[in-house]
């Protein structure tokens, strides 16, 4: 069974820190599709990173990066110069991709949930 | 582009009876996934369909059910409601059920309350 999990339950930071979360995956499959959502108040789950279990290659999108580690099980994901507007709970989520008729079904973490203050 | 449409926003219940939840996916994607958001359990997996057929089923009771229409558009049926019930009812929808790697986009979510 597969299962993710995110310690950080909260962090507070003041604007333009960095903030960093972490997020750790158990999973028996050796191809893998990882993602990072974003969900603000308003509630809808907004995509924002997703990287395949073959690349481990890490990027930096604006303001957003992250470090994906196989060997450590980990898809740590970062946000530079932190803003208000960066508020809100961020879920990592795990896909196996058995065959390619098996659809999609994610399992998430418990979510870390970010504060950011002026 | 619209994005994926759910209805309706909000609904309060009591316990016994059923509801239903719609959701319009985005124009084009096939697949329609439903999750279970709870302060308790989290975001779960509750079935995604895909050209009317169910091709995904998580953990729960078969109090739970749904379909997809030949448009994409898709109904999850939750019958005789319990407390535990109460939660956030996301949908989302991807392009193709392509072997996991799709990007799914989420509506905005039912708010059930089963008083």
């Known amino acids: 069974a597969q299962k993710v999990t995110q310690a950080q339950t909260e962090i507070s930071v003041v604007e333009k820190e960095d903030v960093t979360l972490d997020c750790v995956y158990e999973t028996r499959d050796t191809t893998y599709y990882l993602f990072w959502y974003k969900q603000p108040p308003s509630g809808e789950l907004v995509f924002l990173i997703h990287r395949n279990s073959f690349d481990e290659q890490n990027e930096i999108s604006g303001r957003y990066s992250w470090n994906f580690q196989k060997s450590t099980s980990s898809f740590n994901f970062t946000i530079t110069a932190s803003q208000v507007v960066d508020s809100a709970v961020y879920f990592c989520a795990l896909s196996e991709a058995v065959v390619k008729a098996a659809g999609n079904k994610l399992t998430f973490g418990g979510g870390t949930r970010v504060l950011v203050k002026p | 582009k619209a994005g994926v449409t759910q209805t309706p926003r909000y609904l309060i219940k009591t316990r016994g009876q059923q509801v239903t939840l719609s959701c319009s996916p985005i124009?084009?994607?096939?697949?329609v996934s439903w999750y279970q958001q709870t302060p308790g359990q989290g975001l779960q997996f509750l079935f995604e369909y895909f050209s009317e057929t169910q091709r995904n089923k998580g953990n729960f009771p078969g109090r739970f059910s749904g379909r997809q229409f030949s448009n994409s558009r898709s109904e999850m049926n939750v019958s005789t409601l319990e407390l535990g019930d109460s939660a956030l009812y996301l949908c989302?929808?991807?392009?193709?059920?392509?072997?996991?790697?799709?990007?799914?986009?989420f509506g905005p979510g039912t708010r059930l309350t089963v008083l």
């Open positions: 989302a929808s991807s392009l193709v059920a392509s072997g996991g790697s799709d990007e799914q986009f």
């Open positions: 124009s084009g994607h096939r697949s």
